[in-house]
Structures are given as C-alpha cells and as structure tokens.
C-alpha cells in the first residue's frame, strides 16, 4: 500500500468524526459534507509522513475550513434579510431516522445526542466561540489545538468558549432526557392535532413555548412565543396533520409530514423537566427539505 492509499484509508477511519464536528459547526449537512471533501483534498496534498495523531490534524483542517464558510456564511444571512418587523429564524438541518432504529453512521453523527435546540443556540454564536465550543466541550480537544486555528493565545481560546457555554446555558432549554416521555407527548401532539383537538393541544405546551419556523422565505418564517398562539398555529395546519409520521430528529422523538412523494416538514421537540413542550423547531424551507435523508421513510 502507497503513501496516498494509506492516507486515504486512515482518512475514511475519521470521516464519521469529521463530519460529525462538521455538522456541529455548521448545523448544515450539505455544507458539512462539503467541508469533509475539502478536508480530504487538502490532507491529500499536504505532507502527512511526520503526523502522529491523524485523527487530532484530520479535525485541525476540517475545523479551519469550517471556520471560514462560517465567516463567510456571516455576511450572506445579514444580506438575505433587511425586513425589519421580522425576527432572523434559522433552523439548522435535522438528522431523520426511524423511530425505533438509528443506523451507525447516524449513532455517530448524532453523538452526545445534540439536540436541534441546541444547535440553533450555535447558530447564534460567532464563528470563532462557536469553534471553541464545539472542539472543546463537544470533542474535548485541547485549547493548545484550538488556538492556533482561532490565532489565539491558549487562554484567550479558552475565554471564547466560556463566553460561548454561557450563552448556550442561557439561551438553550434544558431538555428533558426521557425519551419514552418524549414519543408520549409526540404521539399526544400528532392525535391532537389530526383530531383538531386545540385544548389537548395547549395542555402539552409549557406556557412560554417558542415556535421557530424556517420556511426559507418570508412572511411564511416566523418566531412565536406563548401557548395559545402557538397552539393556534399548530391547529391551523391541522389539515397537514394526516401526513404527520414520528420519527426520531436528531437521536429524539418528532415529526416529518411526508406524503405523495415529499416532504413538507419536519417539527423537533424540547421538553421542559415537568414534560411540558418549551420549545418548538420547524424546518419547512422547500429548497432544503429534499436534501435530508429521509429514504427510510419509504421502507
């Protein structure tokens, strides 16, 4: 086996690491694939006979790629919207799979079970904090490694994350863990909403839930707060709800509406400790709802 064969063999060993940071950097599956592949064609012409930890330099490169489409990434969404009455709503692309199944490249994918609410968190984070976090507390990757991709000091890469964690303490829900109790209240939400049930539907939000909802244009995106109005936008949709189906989003119970061929939404839950729902994430954006893997869905 040659030098290049050999890499690229070490290279596929990583590549489910790789894309899982990739994907907590930047919340986008495409874009994560795309800088996996950018990684492999930069690791592929730089010198690689010196390296002792492939794994640490494999995740440097992808990281300091990463960092840059974030940055770039910046000034397209300030640019896509100037509308001053409407709050930005991004959801990040969920990870799909059957409900009572997940596959080993979505196990891996989805380690430390990162939540859909979490990741829109990260969303808010700058590129830097947001890279810091997710080596560092997600991949426990040493600050020493870090700063140099930031072009920091070791401490000042530090600061950046711990700036970043408490942004994530403040802004992200704390979920409830109970997977059992969450396909309950899952199941509770489908019933509810086929059966155009506005009550029940209320009584399994928390009081202050907040609606995200990414259609990818406006006025159809929008972020709403408080139970009666988001039970009022869940009953106006209750036609969609024959085509609601569970399935686990990002390793937890939620719902695609699939049906003749496609997918019109997927909905990821947050639960609060009491098992109420806090939070609400819909993915409803036409341009990348045919991007997800959602193949299982045919078996």
């Not at 994918?109 to 859909?116: N, P, R």
């Amino acid at each position: 086996m040659d030098a290049e064969e050999h890499l690229a063999q070490r290279f596929e060993e990583h590549r489910g690491h790789l894309r899982a940071v990739a994907y907590r950097m930047l919340g986008s599956l495409s874009e994560a694939e795309d800088a996996v592949q950018e990684g492999w064609l930069r690791a592929s012409r730089a010198d690689s006979g010196a390296v002792d930890n492939m794994g640490g330099w494999l995740t440097t490169i992808v990281a300091r790629i990463c960092l840059n489409m974030l940055r770039a990434r910046g000034t397209r969404r300030e640019a896509a919207l100037d509308v001053e009455e409407y709050e930005y709503v991004h959801v990040p692309d969920p990870v799909l799979g059957p409900v009572d199944a997940v596959d080993p490249e979505q196990e891996v994918l989805l380690a430390d079970s990162v939540g859909l609410a979490l990741m829109v968190v990260l969303e808010t984070l700058a590129p830097a904090e947001r890279l810091s976090f997710v080596l560092h507390d997600m991949f426990a990757v040493p600050f020493e490694d870090i700063a140099p991709i930031v072009d920091k000091t070791p401490a000042a890469a530090r600061q950046l994350a711990s700036r970043a964690r408490r942004r994530v303490q403040g802004q992200a829900p704390s979920p409830s863990a109970d997977r059992a109790r969450q396909r309950e209240v899952v199941e509770a939400f489908i019933s509810a909403a086929r059966g155009g049930d506005f009550e029940a539907l209320l009584a399994l939000l928390d009081p202050d839930v907040v609606l995200r909802a990414d259609a990818g244009r406006l006025p159809a995106t929008k972020l709403v707060r408080g139970a009666r109005v988001v039970a009022e936008q869940a009953h106006s949709f209750r036609k969609l709800a024959a085509f609601n189906r569970l399935v686990l989003v990002n390793g937890m119970p939620g719902i695609v509406a699939a049906g003749e061929g496609r997918v019109f939404s997927v909905l990821a839950f947050t639960l609060g400790v009491d098992g109420r729902v806090t939070e609400l994430n819909i993915l409803a954006d036409p341009q990348r709802l045919p991007t997800l893997n959602t193949t299982f869905l045919c078996a």
